[in-house]
């Protein structure tokens, strides 16, 4: 069976953080593992406090995976602070690790921060030229390249930004925009679009999280990269489409729905 770990936080509601990276590796058959370095008392509706892990205690979460297991893929997403950036960089250094997926995490779904701002400049010195793919979103992607995005030419031009910032490849969400949902990754030489129809629903807790995770469990059973962003696409629209209508706020997506149809299929 093939592995994934998640270098994350933990969403206790569910829907987000490790706990959506670790469904959604379950549900493409691949072992889940992780990494938790902050612990976030939130839910559907609000961010209530934010507890960051120790450095030393996250380094040595990672190393217990590396000494015993192993990955096929590693997926991190909040990294609240440049001390967390700087421990995981270290990992990563030291461990080598193929298929590094970065979901550069900077708020919560109703706009809370996950990040230190004054920690963008750590994450572009040490997490992003480790990134073999690194997803943000339109804000994201505007703090990271310092543009603002407001059309798709923008996100080209974010898009070669970022990545002379020394990741592999990079994959713009446009989820922000109106209209279809379109996808932007760029491998340095070459645009490719992933677009679907937008999904009206409240309910896209986690949505970030669940794609990046996504990328990162296809990655790990082997498919290139172009073809894990489309499989992911895939998976995260089905479970934006039978979102769960759970708590008050914005609600989780359902990362079972189609294992629940199916059954684990290749």
Do not use: W
Request: charged share 20%.
């Amino acid at each position: 069976m093939k592995k994934a770990l998640t270098i994350a936080g933990s969403d206790c509601s569910g829907g987000a953080g490790i706990q959506a990276d670790l469904k959604t590796f379950s549900a493409h058959g691949v072992f889940g593992m992780s990494a938790v370095v902050s612990v976030v008392a939130e839910n559907t509706s609000r961010v209530i406090a934010v507890e960051d892990v120790s450095p030393q205690m996250v380094g040595q979460q990672i190393d217990a995976v590396y000494e015993d297991i192993g990955t096929d893929a590693v997926k991190i997403g909040m990294l609240s602070t440049g001390a967390l950036m700087k421990t995981v960089a270290a990992k990563l250094d030291q461990y080598r690790p193929a298929n590094v997926v970065i979901d550069p995490v900077m708020y919560a779904k109703n706009g809370a921060p996950l990040m230190d701002p004054d920690a963008i400049d750590a994450l572009i010195k040490y997490i992003l030229p480790r990134a073999d793919l690194i997803t943000p979103n339109i804000p994201e992607a505007e703090k990271i390249a310092g543009m603002k995005i407001a059309d798709e030419k923008d996100m080209e031009q974010a898009a070669k930004l970022i990545i002379k910032m020394g990741c592999s490849q990079v994959l713009i969400k446009g989820g922000h925009f109106q209209g279809d949902a379109l996808d932007l990754l760029y491998d340095g030489r070459e645009f490719f679009r992933f677009s679907s129809p937008r999904i009206n629903t409240k309910n896209t807790h986690g949505t970030g999280c669940t794609l990046s995770s996504a990328i990162a469990a296809n990655l790990a059973l082997g498919c290139p990269m172009k073809d894990a962003v489309e499989k992911a696409k895939n998976y995260v629209t089905t479970a934006i489409e039978h979102a769960l209508p759970i708590g008050k706020g914005h609600g989780p997506t359902h990362h079972f729905y189609d294992l629940y149809l199916h059954g684990l299929r290749r």
